[in-house]
């Protein structure tokens, strides 16, 4: 018994001695470069050689690299993952309280869940020293980190951007000269236009992407997160110049779970004891005050089914404080010292979660059962979203709710309610719906989350924030959530639920496009995404598409200003066999006409009123000064993913110096953003952006769009500025949504009236093409306040009712009296061409749904008016 003891010892030694540490596999110390990508991805899978860690592919980027985890856990716990992971859906996932025996039995019986995980894959402490952390779990046989093995499933996933992990260690490696890094003029410390991002592979911010997922990086972690329910978090980066562990500054998130702060608390003072004894310094508090927006991931899940997210920040590993960096004492710091920061951090939360397990867990149930108790007792109780309208914005709002498991229902049968919409205007009124209505419970397992995202009285209030609260404003980020605004998908909240026998299960499939016969002439309207992916792909193409400037009849159906037309012969032979295939592709709606004449209206001979669009070809600036990770990243997945519409990124040199006449439409971004010393938007374009050449080409008939800092800089300039007025920003709105209202939404009359002089200009703007409404939700992040010489120039504007304006986050009133009645789309006319100027970012971290027909039409039409 003795020998086989002594055998099975020897032959369980080698096979760890098989897994090799990072070092001795990538043959250098960790921490004196960058590794590449594709070896830290080879790591992975030496590391799961280990019978104590599991290799798993969760997903894809968009330059299809796979997303990792590694699972690390004892054998035996590994060995039943899924009894592990359905018992933590048990205690995690509540419609309701369990009976004491099971609740206990299921926290003796299951150890907790940890994810650790890295979302801005361009600072590199983090993603280089998990290797290490993750190795020494699985391999170190010490007491403590058997009982971190033994009480808890860790989960790394280091890579959940490896796009922009390849981009940046690839760049770096061109400048990486030994003992350069320490000067600030290197290279390697002055990163490329689009290195120093949290971007992914198109350029969107996936730091600030969780709940709305744009991304698929994001929406691939967002889904095996919620699979998972890690009871805690962690959200590694690098920035400060001193390593930084929570608790966070207030003000905090009306729903996070009651117990998050002392967990920050316990394990800061189980870090600093440790930090002190090395002499290794750290600080909390004063630089991540109010972390509350649900788009990054340590919010999102606190908001769903962890208890408490940590984020731990370093010195080290990103452009301007590489490898190695001198300290404003002069000293030296480098990547090496930060990695093991970030190790002996994680290590302090690993351990203390492993040596209070149980309490952890009966927490975790509790603040469960809290959120479910509290969702019963609110006074929003459902949430409808009728199934009507445009069926890309529907799905898409309701596939990222299904991401996040919140339950969505159809109703079974017609009914009726008393609701309220999120607009302000239906207030309490009894309204009808439909059978294949969605509806959504708030009291159910998501329902925090399902809170966060459609409860209008879940309010921030007036934030409470420890002075020096260190910033502008009290909130790191924006302080928006509602949905529906943000989706641009009518919805409804009431007090009265839905009795349970009149709700089923989805069920409702998705239409399949017809493919229309040939024609005279083909009809798509403008209400739906697809139509708009047809006609924009189209054009771009080559195709004549032509747009309708005032009614028309064809039998019983009158077709509105901004429908859509092609007319057959103008086209070529093989326009019907293109147009069938992208009727398929898309989902288009597209019907026929058989003859040139209208039962009413205008007809398909009038080329005044069915205006030809013209071949859009559009240059974006992508370059200094704009910022990648909001703005060009927004704009690329607006068009290039969301509606397959091709466009140039163009250096700032070009609109300099370039040739523009071969472009229809030229896109100047925001210029970015100073939160600490207020909106600096215009700051980067000032002394670099010489606008003799865009003056050139919006004279000769060009249209410029021009959103937030760009629309100052244009505002102010005597020639393309003409017509437009730049009074200053509302400086105290940082990320609210206030009530929009269009200024033209006077219905063209359709039979015989009396003439009136105007009668011609009567209806919405081209601009707000595909929108049937009268109010909207609108961003209001820092924007900047035009004031035109004419009122007819503005298209759409905040509303002027202060009492009315704000419908979601956090402003002060001075910025209500600014903003009341101000601007948000203005057009003006400039020679032959025109200026759009946008108050407001309309394609903000791409996922302003609402907006972004508003975007397409300025791309589209800027001629046509």
Not at 287 to 293: E, M, S
Request: hydrophobic content about 40%; some cysteine; overall charge negative.
């Amino acid at each position: 018994m003795k020998n086989f003891a002594v055998l099975f010892f020897f032959c369980w030694s080698a096979l760890f001695a098989q897994v090799k540490p990072p070092a001795e596999f990538h043959g250098y110390e960790l921490g004196t470069t960058y590794t590449i990508t594709a070896n830290h991805y080879e790591y992975y899978k030496e590391l799961a050689k280990s019978p104590r860690v599991q290799h798993v592919t969760y997903g894809k980027s968009i330059q299809n690299r796979p997303l990792v985890q590694m699972i690390i856990s004892s054998e035996a716990n590994l060995a039943r993952l899924d009894e592990i992971k359905a018992n933590n859906r048990k205690l995690t996932r509540l419609n309701g309280p369990l009976a004491q025996a099971e609740r206990e039995a299921l926290i003796k019986n299951t150890p907790a869940i940890l994810y650790i995980f890295i979302v801005d894959t361009d600072e590199e402490a983090g993603t280089e020293v998990l290797s290490e952390v993750a190795y020494d779990l699985a391999t170190k046989e010490d007491s403590a980190t058997k009982s971190v093995r033994d009480n808890l499933v860790v989960i790394f996933s280091p890579l959940t951007n490896p796009d922009a992990h390849a981009r940046y260690v690839t760049w770096q490696g061109l400048y990486d000269v030994k003992g350069a890094s320490i000067d600030q003029n290197a290279v390697e410390n002055r990163a490329h236009w689009g290195m120093n991002t949290d971007g992914n592979a198109v350029g969107v911010d996936v730091n600030r992407d969780f709940s709305f997922f744009v991304t698929p990086e994001m929406s691939a972690l967002g889904k095996t997160m919620m699979d998972w329910r890690p009871n805690l978090i962690l959200d590694v980066h690098s920035g400060p110049n001193t390593h930084f562990i929570p608790p966070f500054s207030p003000p905090y998130h009306d729903l996070w779970p009651d117990k998050a702060y002392q967990w920050w608390v316990d394990v800061a003072e189980v870090a600093g004891k440790r930090f002190g004894e090395k002499g290794w310094s750290l600080f909390s508090r004063n630089q991540f005050d109010g972390v509350t927006h649900v788009g990054f991931g340590l919010s999102w899940a606190m908001l769903g089914p962890s208890l408490s997210s940590f984020l731990f920040e370093t010195f080290g590993g990103r452009p301007g404080r590489s490898t190695a960096f001198v300290r404003s004492d002069g000293t030296l710091a480098t990547m090496r010292m930060a990695m093991d920061r970030h190790a002996e951090g994680a290590w302090a939360l690993m351990e203390t979660a492993a040596s209070r397990k149980a309490q952890l867990m009966e927490e975790v149930y509790q603040a469960q059962l809290k959120g479910w108790n509290d969702a019963a007792a609110g006074s929003v109780k459902q949430i409808i979203i009728p199934n009507q309208g445009d069926p890309d914005k529907v799905n898409r709002m309701l596939q990222r709710l299904q991401l996040q498991d919140i339950e969505v229902k159809q109703a079974s049968a017609d009914f009726s309610a008393t609701v309220n919409d999120y607009l302000g205007i239906s207030k309490n009124a009894k309204r009808n719906f439909k059978k294949g209505d969605y509806l959504i419970d708030v009291k159910q397992p998501q329902s925090r989350l399902v809170r966060a995202l459609f409860d209008p009285t879940v309010d921030d209030g007036d934030p409470r924030t420890w002075v020096p609260a260190g910033r502008n404003m009290p909130f790191y980020d924006v302080t928006w959530n509602t949905f529906p605004l943000i989706f641009g998908v009518e919805a409804f909240y009431t007090g009265t639920p839905v009795s349970s026998s009149t709700q089923q299960t989805i069920t409702t499939a998705k239409n399949q496009a017809t493919a229309p016969a040939k024609a005279y002439a083909y009809i798509a309207t403008s209400d739906k995404e697809a139509n708009y992916k047809l006609v924009m792909r189209m054009a771009q193409e080559g195709y004549k598409w032509r747009v309708f400037k005032s009614w028309f009849k064809i039998g019983n159906t009158v077709y509105p200003k901004g429908t859509f037309a092609a007319i057959g012969l103008r086209n070529p032979e093989h326009f019907h066999s293109r147009l069938t295939e992208l009727v398929s592709q898309y989902g288009a709606e597209v019907v026929t006409a058989t003859t040139p004449f209208t039962d009413g209206g205008v007809t398909f001979g009038d080329d005044d009123r069915l205006a030809p669009i013209a071949q859009p070809k559009v240059a974006v600036v992508a370059d200094w000064p704009v910022m990648q990770d909001h703005y060009f990243g927004g704009i690329r997945t607006v068009l290039e993913r969301d509606y397959d519409f091709a466009f140039s990124p163009v250096m700032l040199e070009t609109l300099n110096r370039g040739d523009l006449t071969e472009y229809t439409t030229i896109v100047l971004p925001n210029a970015g953003l100073d939160i600490r010393g207020g909106p600096g938007f215009s700051r980067g374009y000032k002394g670099v952006l010489q606008l003799d050449n865009l003056r050139k080409f919006v004279n000769a008939g060009g249209t410029l769009v021009v959103s937030h800092g760009a629309a100052e800089v244009i505002a102010n300039d005597e020639v393309l500025g003409k017509g437009v007025t730049f009074t200053g920003y509302a400086e105290y709105s940082n990320g609210t949504i206030l009530k929009g209202e269009f200024t033209n939404t006077e219905s063209i009359p359709t039979d015989m009236v009396r003439w009136q002089p105007g009668m011609n200009e009567v209806g919405k703007s081209l601009l707000a093409n595909g929108y049937d409404i009268k109010f909207m939700g609108l961003p209001a992040a820092y924007p900047v306040v035009l004031k035109p010489d004419n009122e007819r120039d503005v298209v759409l504007r905040y509303s002027s009712q202060k009492d009315q304006l704000l419908l979601d986050g956090f402003m002060l009133d001075e910025e209500k009296t600014k903003l009341a009645g101000a601007p948000y789309l203005v057009k003006t006319q400039v020679g032959k061409g025109h200026v759009i100027y946008f108050a407001s970012d309309p394609t903000f971290r791409g996922y302003w749904y609402s907006l972004h027909r508003l975007f397409v039409n300025s791309l589209l039409f800027g001629d046509l008016e």
